[in-house]
């Protein structure tokens, strides 16, 4: 059992160390002390911090080389945000572009498109956002209703709406799954385009959460033309591109952050300062039981990692860390405003956003019911539940649906 | 990074399997509710395959290999509710070992049956090293010790020891008249030592109250750290014993589940079960991981044994306890009867989740270790 790198990793790992050791000077502070507050300062500041890191070929670094990458892998690149972590700076900007959007357009896109769109994708000058979930459309996400329909002249005209489109405010592009033929079965009809987020008729609104903050966006398009040339992955194959975009979400949330910082020993620090509460049998058991689940994330980031680097695909565990995650932290908010009082809850504290984050969390890149249908039915092979629009047209289904609302 | 097993582990592993293969321990496990003598005798089984040597050095006749090792046998052990000394064992072995006593080679060789009676370290909420009661809530001081040169001798009555019924050699903790821990390896047929030895309710496990009254044993030379190890290395072979449980009892659910038809369909279809299983699953990954970080903890990290042990029990504890009851839920009425196996896992998780602390202390302990300042040192390369 060694948790150490091959000496391999240990020299890039030197590597990305000297550079961050020379460079952290320039990264913009986001949390904390002296952290910017300023959203349009943030934006600028983030962006020239994502440049500098693709320059050094520190963003990106698991694309391929002729695309801007360094051809590294997983693991590789797993060094590169515990060193970033260790140096205590950001990431990059645009971490849905970079780790979802950009993989889907190497795997799918035209030359023309990879030529056009990922070099400024991977330095910030363009970010992007991912534009698949609807109102009506989340976990049964080949559900959506954004009609793209064929103009005599080649190009597109789109109608509907989209919803939960993190960065869509100051995005330059965003990746659109839309329907374009409703009348055949709803995984069948659908296809992949690029969509310029100042085209005419696109509108960008923000969805305020618990916090008050607006994380998300709404994004309307009204009459939005778009060019022949923004088709990803073929017409009609809209699904099968998508799924590369989702394989890519899961990995991005799983390698990147197993434990969103929900760390035991932080939680720690605020019930040590309460003395009554650090000998309170009920407190001491609630934190132990759910510290002692965090403490397993750890380890199972550690799993996952070790079975990259064996050539496997990393086990049910690593699907389930997320579930593990987000329960714990919830269970720790409660307990630590249990203690500090509704001073937990203003503005100014630490706990406050936290706890109001993480009931959103919670259903954040698939609910936690879908995550256990998945890993029941793909892990342990148990048999789905019946589906009711298999083989049936988009159209009927919805007609269907309408009828079954209405009844 | 490597976390996989090495070659000498997947035999040790392998190995396990093997031996517990050739006796028919589920069955045994049943049968001996209703006939004590239907339980066989592993201790022989565990000296054949060379277990009662494991942790104990090289020089001194052992196999000098570590508790992660010894863990791999528990979680085998678990899966098949085999009833091999273990838990009594294994400590007595390491502690005989690290504490220079003559009688290790003879333990190692399994001529002599040795066994530890368990001792809890002192946490912040209950700062002195206590013992098991026989009854009730409140843990009694480890026995109280007097030292004379060489020699301890013994009073006070330690609840629920496993094994210890068998034993030849009782490896007993006590404490000095200042709170210190003192360690002693007590002939089981000394004067002034007591052992009632039974079962409670799961048949595999044999447990002992033993009574010191003015015992006196030959003292081991420990310090009070290596005397807490005994205490942690038990939280691991338990949590690896329940992982191995756990493993079993859901693949009994999946096989179930998906040949179990209700309504038209199999019952593995409906979310409810399908979820409730897949509880099982995130538990028993969950508890893996923490075996993993304990084994990693007994060989690189000693200052975090206490943390991860107790994790380790803390989360297989509670995970066990889930599948025991979710295992008769998924098999519906027959799985709360004599017709299936369920009720067997059921008995073992009842009765982990009282014994040597159960896991609840384990829960605590990790708060305890949090709330010091003793987490884990978190470094990456």
Excluded at chain 1, 9 to 32: C, F, M, S, T
């Amino acid at each position: 059992m060694d948790l150490n790198d091959t000496p391999e990793q240990a020299e890039y790992r030197q590597e990305v160390r000297a550079w961050l050791d020379a460079n952290k000077a320039a990264a913009p502070i986001l949390q904390g002390e002296g952290a910017l507050t300023d959203p349009d300062e943030i934006l600028v500041a983030h962006r020239a911090w994502q440049g500098k890191l693709a320059e050094a070929g520190l963003a990106g670094a698991t694309w391929p080389k002729e695309y801007g990458g360094q051809g590294i892998g997983p693991v590789e690149s797993v060094v590169i945000s515990q060193e970033m972590q260790q140096a205590g700076v950001p990431g990059i900007l645009d971490v849905i572009g970079v780790g979802m959007l950009g993989p889907t357009i190497i795997a799918h896109g035209t030359e023309e498109q990879k030529q056009r769109y990922l070099g400024p994708m991977l330095h910030g000058d363009e970010i992007w956002c991912q534009m698949f979930s609807e109102p009506a459309a989340g976990s049964d996400l080949a559900a959506v209703q954004t009609r793209a329909k064929h103009n005599d002249d080649g190009t597109w005209t789109l109608n509907g709406q989209k919803v939960w489109t993190t960065n869509a405010q100051f995005a330059s592009y965003g990746l659109l799954l839309a329907r374009t033929n409703p009348d055949i079965p709803k995984h069948k009809g659908m296809t992949m385009f690029i969509v310029p987020m100042d085209a005419k008729g696109v509108t960008v609104r923000g969805l305020r959460q618990i916090s008050g903050e607006a994380e998300f966006n709404e994004v309307f398009f009204d009459d939005v033309v778009i060019d022949a040339d923004s088709v990803v992955g073929g017409e009609e194959n809209g699904w099968g591109t998508g799924l590369t975009t989702l394989m890519f979400e899961r990995l991005t949330i799983g390698l990147g952050s197993s434990s969103f910082g929900y760390r035991a020993t932080r939680f720690a620090e605020a019930i040590m300062a309460d003395p009554v509460a650090a000998n309170d049998h009920e407190v001491r058991h609630n934190f132990g039981e759910l510290a002692a689940e965090l403490e397993a994330i750890r380890w199972t980031g550690y799993r996952s990692i070790s079975a990259l680097q064996d050539g496997q695909i990393p086990g049910p565990e690593f699907g389930l860390a997320k579930v593990t995650t987000v329960n714990c932290a919830v269970r720790a908010g409660d307990l630590i405003a249990d203690i500090v009082g509704p001073e937990a809850l203003d503005e100014d504290s630490e706990w406050a956003y936290m706890i109001s984050f993480l009931p959103g969390l919670k259903s954040a890149g698939g609910t936690e019911e879908i995550l256990r249908n998945t890993i029941g039915e793909r892990v342990l092979g148990l048999p789905p539940e019946p589906r009711l629009d298999k083989g049936i047209p988009f159209s009927e289904l919805r007609a269907k649906e309408k009828e079954g609302a209405s009844a | 990074m490597n976390l996989g097993l090495s070659d000498e582990q997947q035999f040790l592993r392998d190995a396990a399997a093997d031996a517990f293969s050739r006796v028919k321990t589920v069955e045994a496990a049943r049968e001996a509710i209703e006939d004590d003598s239907a339980l066989p005798d592993m201790w022989p089984t565990a000296a054949e395959a060379g277990w009662l040597g494991l942790l104990v050095s090289e020089e001194n006749g052992g196999a000098g290999l570590g508790a992660y090792d010894a863990m791999l046998i528990a979680q085998e052990a678990g899966k098949v509710l085999a009833g091999v000394p273990l838990l009594g064992a294994l400590p007595a072995s390491m502690l005989l070992d690290m504490g220079g006593s003559d009688k290790t080679e003879a333990v190692a060789a399994g001529e002599l049956k040795a066994s530890w009676l368990p001792a809890c370290p002192p946490s912040s909420i209950e700062p002195r090293w206590t013992v098991e009661p026989v009854e009730g809530m409140a843990r009694p001081d480890a026995p109280a010790a007097t030292v004379d040169g060489d020699t301890v001798t013994f009073n006070g009555t330690v609840g629920w020891a496993p094994d210890a019924g068998e034993a030849e050699l009782l490896v007993v903790i006590g404490a000095d008249s200042d709170g210190n821990p003192v360690a002693a390896a007590v002939e089981a047929n000394a004067s002034g030592v007591t052992v009632h030895a039974g079962w409670r309710y799961d048949a595999t496990r044999r447990l002992a109250t033993v009574t010191l009254d003015g015992a006196s044993g030959a003292k081991l030379d420990l310090d009070a750290e290596q005397i807490a190890r005994a205490w942690y290395l038990v939280q691991a072979l338990i949590a690896a014993e329940s992982v191995g449980t756990m493993e079993t009892a859901l693949q009994v659910c999946l096989d179930y589940a998906k040949e179990r038809y209700t309504f038209g369909r199999a019952i593995g279809s409906y979310q409810a079960v399908k979820h409730g299983i897949v509880e099982i699953l995130r538990r028993l990954e969950n508890s893996k991981s923490l075996c993993i970080y304990t084994g990693f903890a007994f060989s690189d990290k000693p200052g975090e044994i206490a943390y991860a042990a107790s994790c380790a029990r803390s989360v297989a504890g509670a995970g066990l306890d889930f599948t025991a009851r979710q295992q008769i839920a998924v098999h519906g009425g027959i799985g709360a009867t004599w017709e299936h196996d369920a009720p067997l896992t059921f008995r073992r998780a009842q009765l982990n989740r009282r014994l040597v602390g159960g896991h609840g202390m384990s829960t605590d302990r990790v708060a305890d270790e949090l709330l010091n300042g003793r987490g884990p040192v978190v470094s990456v390369g």
